[in-house]
T-cell receptor
Framework: GAGVSQSPSNKVTEKGKDVELRCDPI?????LYWYRQSLGQGLEFLIY????????KSGLPSDRFSAERTGGSVSTLTIQRTQQEDSAVYLC??????????FGPGTRLTVL | DQQVKQNSPSLSVQEGRISILNCDYT??????FLWYKKYPAEGPTFLIS?????DKNEDGRFTVFLNKSAKHLSLHIVPSQPGDSAVYFC?????????????FGKGTSLLVTP
């Protein structure tokens, strides 16, 4: 497809379980970002990947959160031992050069 | 610490009139500003952007104005259409900061009534 895709679109999990969220960026886009939007809040930056460089993890809220990007394309965001405050919409975006970031539809995570 | 603020959570405008959405920021290092539009259950869609070296950028019905001294930007939509009803997010980035990671406001929900 032409745009950023994310899966799953919805995820319901129990507190304490681990979850994995996937992002397929636009083909050829070298930069990839993860954001999250909690209820009533703006989007919050989590992590940034650029090519093969080490990721910028400065936005990750705790060490339960991690992400990887394999082969410079697909990325997976992993949340270990989920908590109720992790409930949010997790959005992925990709960018080419210094152009605009293009967002995927997001994954709505609900932690019960 | 919210560096980008949208103080109006909602705005209602009649079709054909002008919609003005406002945004304030606190970080003087921001040098690129964007507006995104978001429909329910969809990701944000890029609308228009402006570099800090400019004070105005226009694209069809959409114009963004930047006032650096006031750390304020606004989005004008003229004429407003019912299809413009959505949540609008203001975002800003600084060169070299986390790869232009965006700092977002909390959004303004625009309703354009027929």
């Amino acid at each position: 497809g032409a745009g950023v895709s994310q899966s799953p679109s919805n995820k319901v999990t129990e507190k304490g379980k681990d979850v994995e969220l996937r992002c397929d960026p636009i083909s050829g886009h070298t930069a990839l970002y993860w954001y999250r939007q909690s209820l009533g809040q703006g989007l919050e930056f989590l992590i940034y990947f650029q090519g093969n460089s080490a990721p910028d993890k400065s936005g990750l809220p705790s060490d339960r959160f991690s992400a990887e990007r394999t082969g410079g394309s697909v990325s997976t965001l992993t949340i270990q031992r989920t908590q109720q405050e992790d409930s949010a919409v997790y959005l992925c975006a990709s960018r080419l050069g210094v152009d605009t970031q293009y967002f995927g539809p997001g994954t709505r995570l609900t932690v019960l | 610490d919210q560096q980008v603020k949208q103080n109006s959570p909602s705005l209602s405008v009649q079709e054909g009139r002008i919609s003005i959405l406002n945004c304030d920021y606190t970080n003087s290092m921001f040098d690129y500003f964007l507006w995104y539009k978001k429909y329910p259950a969809e990701g944000p869609t890029f609308l228009i952007s402006i570099s800090s070296i400019k004070d105005k950028n226009e694209d069809g019905r959409f114009t963004v104005f930047l006032n650096k001294s006031a750390k304020h930007l606004s989005l004008h939509i003229v004429p407003s259409q019912p299809g413009d009803s959505a949540v609008y997010f203001c975002a800003a980035s600084a060169s070299g900061n986390s790869g232009y990671a965006l700092n977002f406001g909390k959004g303004t929900s625009l309703l354009v009534t027929p």
